[in-house]
């Protein structure tokens, strides 16, 4: 969300539930530095969001370890979790 809005201007919705909502949906296998990256972390609701920055990668705030990180999608506990992913387009 700040990235985006400070960055680039551009003002998403504000929760990751919400935010699926936004740009164009893109398949995992085509994903560009910029995507959203969306998982299902609790419930069935999707409940967390990460920024894909290349290489299987996201940077996103860890709610349990209260920092920024940097992921990979190919660990499991992502991997399991993963829902869709979407291109934010002005």
């Known amino acids: 969300y700040s990235i985006y809005l400070n960055i680039l201007g551009i003002k998403l919705n504000r929760s990751s539930g919400s ?3 936004n740009g164009i949906e893109v398949a995992k296998s085509d994903l560009i530095p910029g995507d959203l990256v969306f998982f299902r972390t609790s419930g069935k ?4 969001v990460g920024l894909y920055i290349g290489d299987n990668n996201m940077i996103h705030a860890s709610s349990g370890r209260k920092q920024v990180m940097i992921s990979s999608l190919d660990e499991t506990y992502y991997k399991q979790r993963y829902v869709t992913a979407r291109r934010i387009i002005k």
């Open 19 to 21: 935010q699926v909502k």
């Open 45 to 48: 609701n999707i409940a967390h």
